[in-house]
């Protein structure tokens, strides 16, 4: 029974290694986004497409920035190499500016935002 309650989900692990295999495709649209948030554009219709387009890794990114010592956790469980969280922590670093706009998204989507 405790067995289900800490297993990691597949999706997670498949979301992560999609991640570091995109990285470089992932970066730039990220870095084109960012671009635009910083000159005071509208992002939400680019991370709209984003999640459209690579939908586990969006979710992926939206936990890294709000669920990050969970992520951390089934991480640890499957004790998933460091070089493949770098990739995750990198973008998390680089990319700070947009969580809250990630995170309007999403509750947005879930009727609770904008």
Do not use: C, W
């Amino acid at each position: 029974m405790t067995e289900e309650v800490d297993k990691v989900p597949r999706t997670l692990l498949k979301a992560l290694s999609d991640l570091n295999r995109e990285r470089e495709i992932v970066f730039k649209e990220f870095d084109e986004i960012q671009d635009k948030y910083s000159k005071g554009e509208d992002i939400v219709e680019d991370l709209k497409r984003f999640r459209i387009k690579r939908p586990g890794i969006f979710m992926l990114i939206d936990d890294i920035f709000h669920k990050a010592v969970e992520v951390e956790h089934k991480l640890d469980q499957e004790r998933v190499k460091e070089e493949k969280r770098a990739v995750m922590q990198t973008f998390k670093d680089r990319f700070s500016d947009l969580a809250e706009e990630i995170d309007l998204l999403v509750l947005s989507e879930l009727g609770l935002g904008r």
